[in-house]
């Protein structure tokens, strides 16, 4: 997935400079701003924002302040360039949590590995789940937002797994981390397969939870098919040949009373968020919580998906 840069410039003299010093970098996407469309670039949270102060007549502290106080951005890089070398703007500038103020005439070596530098922190730092290396809540929610500011027609996928603290009992979770990095995997090599529109989003909230966002123009239901045929057959090898045979673990709950549980399988919530269909994260959080609820009743591995534009019903898989 590209790294958007804005670049925010009444000018297009320092884009021109940055494309120059990244033009053999293919993992970086440059787009200039001008200050009167800032709020509206803001709606797609890029991965670094660098503002040419000497080219924009907005007050540089205003402008560092307004993307600060923008929820999904709050934590977005910011280089400053600038001819003004007085210690005590340099100062001002940095105390609106600006990370770099670069002064020009540019060095573009240091500006190079400035870029290269800040962006592989926010890279590492964004990465919140070092089991499976999947972007948390954070970045869940901001992918999340960015789909509905922009009117995007998306599905979101909700996964978690069935059974799963049944096998923590049994094997322990050290193996149980094993299925959990498996899971993660399996959701990202199926999406990459079959995925035609390349706007395609992992993130893992958490123990077994995972989420996944895909184009509406993607097949999504054999996305959801080939997860849980891929899921059940390699699942199969963390779990010993006597369980297998039996189908079923055996646990002793408090009372020192054996009961069985099936063994561990996939549940997936599908919502389908057809433009307008919803105003906030919320709303769509409700729904996967519901349909992921059913496929969860159902024995076995299953999706449901909800295709609702008004109030009809769920259809299970």
Do not use: W
């Amino acid at each position: 997935m590209a790294q958007e840069i804005y670049i925010i410039d009444d000018s297009n003299e320092l884009k021109s400079i940055i494309e120059e010093m990244l033009k053999k970098e293919k993992e970086f996407k440059l787009k200039k701003v001008a200050t009167v469309n800032i709020d509206d670039a803001l709606k797609n949270i890029p991965s670094l924002i660098i503002i040419n102060e000497d080219s924009i007549d907005e007050n540089i502290i205003e402008i560092c302040k307004r993307i600060r106080q923008n929820e999904d951005n709050s934590i977005t890089p910011i280089i400053v360039v600038s001819s003004n070398k007085e210690k005590e703007h340099r100062v001002e500038v940095l105390k609106e949590c600006v990370e770099h103020y670069i002064k020009a005439p540019i060095d573009k070596e240091y500006m190079y590995y400035t870029i290269k530098n800040v962006i592989r922190l926010l890279d590492t730092n964004r990465r919140v789940s070092p089991l499976t290396g999947l972007p948390g809540n954070v970045q869940i929610l901001a992918e999340m937002k960015k789909r509905l500011l922009n009117k995007e027609n998306f599905v979101m996928l909700y996964l978690d797994l069935d059974n799963f603290k049944a096998y923590n009992d049994v094997y322990g979770f050290l193996n149980g981390d094993e299925i959990i990095k498996f899971t993660a995997r399996t959701i990202g090599d199926n999406i990459d397969k079959i995925s035609t529109s390349g706007n395609t989003f992992i993130g893992h909230i958490g123990g077994d939870d995972f989420v996944a966002i895909v184009s509406e123009e993607d097949d999504y239901e054999a996305i959801c098919q080939n997860i849980i045929a891929e899921f059940d057959k390699g699942v199969l090898k963390y779990f010993n040949e006597e369980d297998i045979e039996r189908g079923y673990l055996e646990v002793p709950n408090r009372k020192c009373v054996i009961e069985q549980f099936p063994l561990t399988s996939i549940s997936i919530g599908v919502v389908v968020a057809h433009k307008g269909r919803f105003h906030n994260v919320l709303e769509i959080g409700e729904v996967g919580a519901q349909v992921k609820h059913l496929a969860k009743t159902t024995m076995g591995s299953a999706y449901i998906i909800d295709r609702r534009k008004e109030n009809k019903a769920c259809e299970i898989k």
